[in-house]
């Protein structure tokens, strides 16, 4: 009689091609144009060191993804907690180029 609808509430897809719900806009800093990239808790599945404090972001801990705008590809993005990242304007612009830092 009732006829099987598949209409299931599409929210927190977490599953996926590792993807979730996310939000991404881009953001002036005094070291140029980055795109900032909101990662939920549930999105973060693994651990990323943070290259504002040095300290390990573990996984299911929101935080946010940056990587220069130039940077189509986002080859070189970062994680950051998001403190760091926003106490991160306040400090003297400086890029590192740390060969220990995971780069996705
Ligand atoms: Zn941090």
Redesign the pocket.
């Known amino acids: 009689m009732s006829p099987r609808k598949n209409r299931r509430a599409v929210s927190g897809r977490a599953a996926g091609n590792g993807g979730g719900p996310w939000v991404q806009e881009t953001e002036e800093g005094p070291d140029g144009e980055w795109i900032v990239r909101a990662v939920s808790g549930a999105g973060a599945v693994k651990a990323y060191r943070?290259p504002?404090?040095?300290?390990e972001?573990p996984p299911g801990v929101g935080h946010v993804v940056a990587w220069r705008a130039d940077d189509r590809d986002g080859e070189d993005r970062r994680h950051?907690?998001r403190?760091?990242w926003q106490a991160r304007t306040r400090r003297a612009p400086r890029v590192r180029r740390s060969r220990d830092a995971p780069r996705y």
């Not at 504002?52 to 300290?55: E, K, R």
């Open positions: 943070c504002g404090c040095d300290q972001i950051w907690h403190p760091c």
